[in-house]
């Protein structure tokens, strides 16, 4: 006579059902609480902010060579501090500028100038870090002083994706900020014909 433990036959058909309910939760999980705004009161409330701090990581991907590295970002209204660690071929670089000169230090003593940035990544570094434009796509605004190819916003008035200056930026994820009644880019990548940048940004600092 064959015996059925049903007890233990409905625990596993509750173990079963309850593995469905958590990966189907795993699955559908609930978008982040992003905040709405209509994209013109976004942009404007964006470029108020003229004194800020970033840090994060980036991923550099060039001549099918992918490197990660560290980055901490500080603009002061025009003046900026960028402080790039990790492999990448720089161990350590340190970009000091402004809208007439700019120096990248490798060490305390060896300092190169140039006019822009761009130009000085592209000699010192084998690629070029857009630096005059990211200061405005860091915080999902388009350059003003360029030309926009092509420009979206999502439904929650978010910059979603732009092209300008020969670079297509993709915004992926948004980070609402504490006391603040707007979010920023936490996700971008940057692309065009040559290399491919991503960030991540862990920290947003607006308030120095």
Request: overall charge positive; proline content about 5%; charged content about 20%.
């Amino acid at each position: 006579m064959i015996t059925v433990d049903y007890k233990k036959k409905f625990r596993l058909i509750a173990l079963f059902f309850g593995m469905i309910f958590l990966a189907g939760c795993a699955y559908f999980q609930r978008p982040p609480s992003y905040i709405y705004a209509p994209q013109e009161k976004r942009q404007l409330e964006l470029q108020q902010i003229k004194n800020w701090a970033l840090a994060g990581s980036l991923s550099i991907t060039h001549n099918k060579k992918r490197d990660i590295a560290r980055f901490k970002w500080t603009q002061n209204q025009n003046d900026y501090i960028v402080n790039i660690s990790g492999p990448l071929n720089i161990n350590s670089i340190r970009i000091v500028g402004n809208p007439n000169n700019v120096e990248l230090w490798r060490t305390s003593k060896q300092c190169i100038k140039a006019s822009t940035p761009e130009q000085l990544t592209l000699d010192q570094l084998g690629w070029q870090l857009p630096v005059s434009n990211i200061r405005y796509w860091i915080l999902a605004l388009p350059t003003p002083t360029s030309k926009i190819d092509s420009i979206y916003f999502d439904q929650y008035g978010h910059l979603t994706d732009l092209k300008q200056n020969g670079w297509q930026i993709k915004y992926s994820e948004f980070q609402v900020q504490a006391g603040k009644n707007f979010d920023l880019p936490k996700i971008i990548e940057l692309k065009n014909k040559e290399i491919v940048i991503k960030l991540k940004i862990t920290e947003h600092n607006l308030n120095i």
